[in-house]
């Protein structure tokens, strides 16, 4: 499989979790390297995602200088985990609020490690 | 700008019309601004197409690329002028960037003198891009005096189209540049596309910043370029209500707690209305959220609250 396929098939397979809204793996500087979303449109959705864009280089330098793995975040609509991947990428799970962050956690990193293999 | 009247006309954009709750308002002037590559054109051709398919007289003035090329590029996306007129390269006009200035200052308020005497109802305008005229004229002072004039001009003749370039990066936006101000301020309705890079549904996306004289609805909405009608804005989720359950079950937490302190009220009536009250509620767990909201809206209903205080 290649490695664009590879990313996109880990990248929906977290998405197929019923908490799960989105799953994305950003470069660290803020632009997309794949995602997956779930079917159906939400602004709110986009707005989380934007923020996620918009911070996620911040997020990498200070996950960086902590020697940090897994960050999350609990916004009012929805939780974030950023999960390092590999030295240029995060991948980013967007969860309804009510998910099961352990779980979910452990789900992102078992697919950070899969992703790695990719890149 | 001002507008003669409210009657619209249809965008050719599918999407659009609903997003403005009926369609584009009739000599109005209306700008499409979005990077490159976002659809600026698509969208321009997609309402010229409209329309040449309404019977309306068009007049498409183009001041970076050949007709043969736009009508191309139409064709590729299935939008097939061709087939409805025989002239098609015709219908685009390419006006040369060093007569641009006089184009507009002269040619244009003369040419819509002309088609005045001609009686021609209603025509369709565009003008794509309008960016290469801002750049004729540096001061934001002499870009409003010169846009306000073409503006009246032109929208005497019939609803304007214009494409606006926004200078930024990929991904990126900053629909308040000094670029863009000028046209955006004195348009009547502004339609900011997007390519976000998010991938999906996320990817490129439509949203409605302003729209004098008719309401429209906010949000940003998927856009998706489609074989055939070119452009196409997903509304799916316009009709879509949104209820915030978490309302309803802080008023149904509220509720739950008048009922708690009128059980434990001295006056004995008060205790019977808390008992009734509770029969009604009945017990939190065995309900879903659903059903609690339907009964909060019930219990919160003015004529309810009237027959319960008589």
């Known amino acids: 499989m290649s490695s664009k396929l590879g990313i996109n098939s880990e990248l929906q397979d977290l998405t197929h979790l019923e908490e799960v809204e989105a799953s994305i793996l950003f470069r660290i500087d803020g632009n997309v390297v794949d995602s997956s979303f779930k079917e159906e449109y939400s602004h709110k959705l986009l707005r989380t995602i934007q923020w996620c864009k918009a911070n996620v280089d911040k997020v990498s330098l200070e996950m960086k200088s902590s020697n940090l793995k897994k960050v999350t975040y609990e916004l009012s609509e929805f939780c974030v985990i950023f999960y390092v991947v590999n030295n240029i990428t995060i991948l980013t799970t967007i969860s309804s609020k009510n998910a099961n962050l352990s779980l979910l956690s452990i789900e992102s990193k078992r697919k950070a490690l899969l992703i790695a293999n990719y890149l | ?310």
């Open chain 2, 1 to 310: 700008m001002s507008m003669i009247n409210t009657e619209r006309i249809s965008s050719g954009i599918e999407g659009i019309d609903v997003l403005l709750q009926g369609g584009i308002i009739k000599n109005s002037v209306n700008s499409i601004v979005g990077c490159s590559g976002t659809g600026k054109t698509t969208f321009a051709l997609a309402y010229l197409y409209q329309g040449l398919l309404n019977g309306d007289h068009t007049l498409y003035l183009s001041f970076e690329e050949t007709p043969s090329k736009l009508i191309g590029e139409a064709e590729a996306l299935g939008i097939d002028i061709r087939s409805l007129t025989n002239d098609a390269e015709d219908l685009i006009h390419l006006v040369e960037s060093e007569k641009i200035v006089e184009f507009m200052t002269n040619i244009l308020p003369a040419l819509a003198q002309k088609l005045k005497h001609r009686n021609i109802k209603h025509t369709r305008i565009v003008l794509d891009p309008l960016t290469p005229i801002l750049w004729e004229f540096p001061s934001e002072k002499e870009q409003r005096k010169v846009l306000t004039k073409i503006y009246q001009h032109l929208s005497s003749l019939g609803t304007v189209l214009q494409t606006i370039e926004e200078p930024n990066a990929f991904g990126q936006t900053d629909i308040g540049a000094t670029e863009t101000r000028v046209p955006i301020y004195l348009s009547d309705s502004v339609i900011h596309i997007q390519n976000l890079g998010l991938g999906g549904k996320y990817n490129r996306t439509c949203k409605i910043i302003k729209s004098r004289k008719t309401p429209h609805h906010e949000g940003i909405y998927p856009l998706n370029f489609v074989n055939g009608p070119g452009i196409v804005i997903d509304t799916s989720s316009v009709e879509t209500v949104e209820v915030d359950p978490m309302v309803y079950d802080i008023r149904y937490q509220e509720l739950m707690k008048k009922v708690k302190e009128l059980s434990q009220d001295k006056d004995p009536k008060k205790r019977i209305i808390a008992q009734i009250a509770k029969n009604l509620l009945g017990e939190r767990e065995k309900r879903d959220t659903r059903q609690n909201m339907e009964l909060v809206e019930v219990l919160t209903d003015k004529h309810v609250l009237q027959e319960v205080r008589k």
